[in-house]
């Protein structure tokens, strides 16, 4: 099973922007989709933007028009722009990548998450 990074995390005041970025490896099988998930103290791991390819992208109703999600597949690497930062989206953010039609995430592979906090 390979190995999902993120970095990008931080501190930042509301109406601010933060870039994440996540790199899986130690995988021989291409990876054909990633995506970016979130999870708040108290609450369950939610879906924050997925790329599947670049006529399939999808985002959660809450980061549509300020989150924007890429993916440079050479690298295994997905991003998340994020702009126009609320409290709300103070969460651990973490990445899941897919090989053929199994989620990392459904074997339990998920990386350690990078912490964001929006607050002034």
């Known amino acids: 099973q390979g190995r999902l990074v993120e970095s990008g995390g931080g501190l930042v005041q509301p109406g601010g922007s933060l870039r994440l970025s996540c790199t899986a490896s130690?995988?021989?099988?291409?990876?054909?989709?990633m995506a970016w998930y979130r999870q708040a103290p108290g609450k369950e791991r939610e879906l924050v933007a997925a790329?599947?390819?670049?006529?399939?992208?999808r985002y959660a109703d809450s980061v549509k028009g300020r989150f924007t999600i890429s993916r440079e597949s050479a690298k295994n690497t997905v991003y998340l722009q994020m702009n126009s930062l609320k409290p709300e989206d103070t969460a651990v953010y973490y990445c899941?990548?897919?090989?053929?039609?199994?989620?990392?995430?459904?074997?339990?592979?998920w990386g350690p998450g990078t912490q964001v906090t929006v607050s002034s």
């Open positions: 790329h599947i390819n670049r006529a399939n992208i």
């Open positions: 130690g995988t021989i099988r291409p990876i054909n989709a």
């Open positions: 899941n990548a897919r090989t053929g039609s199994v989620w990392w995430s459904d074997n339990g592979s």
